[in-house]
């Protein structure tokens, strides 16, 4: 298990020039945009246009903080997404424009290379103790407000925007909720080649 502090994320422009990205994980370590088998990611929007493309990339978006974002998948219909809507899946090759509902959003990003990788994002809203399994290649945990407490042999707390890394092997995890966070749980697996 990697505990990934908010503090220690890395920044850089977004691939179209038009914001910046904060990365708080992404494989292989250190790989660059066009490199990454996946990718995870927040954003700060802070005006509507368009989203940059990403080549053979499958992409989960979610609104982490502001009012929301419409977003203009081409070849589907407008999705209005807000802090409590469920996490949207869209190929990022495809050209995807967005429009601000009112006032800059934070987003998060999951990328993941298709026909090599694939995810999945869950939004859960937490009042009790939680039981994650740990069956795919890597798990990650983001904490949004609030603070979790993650059993482990030391208990790990994760505080606001704090994720928590693991690997297959490990045992599933425990999660207690301090002042009601939201967590999202990122599954990232590999595609074998008969899937």
Known sequence: MRVLRAAGYKSMPWKNGGGVTTEIAVSPADAGLDTFDWRVSMARVEGSGPFSSF?????TLSVLEGEGIILDVAGEPPACLTAASAPFSFPADRPTS?????GP?????VMTRRGRMRHSVERLVMSN???IGIESRATLVLCLGGE???SAAEPIRLSHLDALLTASATAGLRIKPIDHPTVFVVRIDGIRPND
């Open 105 to 109: 959003i934070t987003d998060l990003n």
């Open 55 to 59: 080549a053979g990339i499958d992409r």
């Open 98 to 102: 967005a429009e601000l509902i009112a």
């Open 148 to 150: 979790v407490l993650v």
């Open 129 to 131: 103790p939680l039981e």
